[in-house]
Nanobody, 115 residues
């Protein structure tokens, strides 16, 4: 059974930092591309950052230069370091694992950025 469990969300002031972590189990982690998505109230879920099995990264324009995604294949974890947070970063953040037609989701962790 595949499980993706996010942690690290919370309340932070604008300009602050948070580090999200996703612990994966039940899958061959190293062959999966790992992604962080977010969904703000009333908005569609959007891709924030991704890291391929070969550690190639990509970011949404809105977070480039502020967020960093990384993975540890020995620990089966993927992290999202979020700096210079803005109120518009407020959302539920979801961990996603994808490999060909297989895709899995975590339950999400709430990030709230106060102004």
């Amino acid at each position: 059974q595949v499980q993706l469990v996010e942690s690290g969300g919370g309340l932070v002031q604008a300009g602050g930092s948070l580090r999200l972590s996703c612990a994966a189990s039940g899958l061959a982690f190293g062959v999966y591309g790992m992604n962080w998505y977010r969904q703000a109230p009333g908005k569609e879920r959007e891709l924030v950052a991704g890291i391929s099995s070969g550690s190639r990264t990509n970011y949404a324009d809105s977070v480039k230069g502020r967020f960093t995604i990384s993975r540890d294949n020995a620990k089966n974890t993927v992290d999202l370091q979020m700096n210079s947070l803005k109120p518009e970063d407020t959302a539920v953040y979801y961990c996603n694992a994808r490999q060909r037609v297989s895709t899995y989701w975590g339950k999400g962790t709430l990030v709230t950025v106060s102004s």
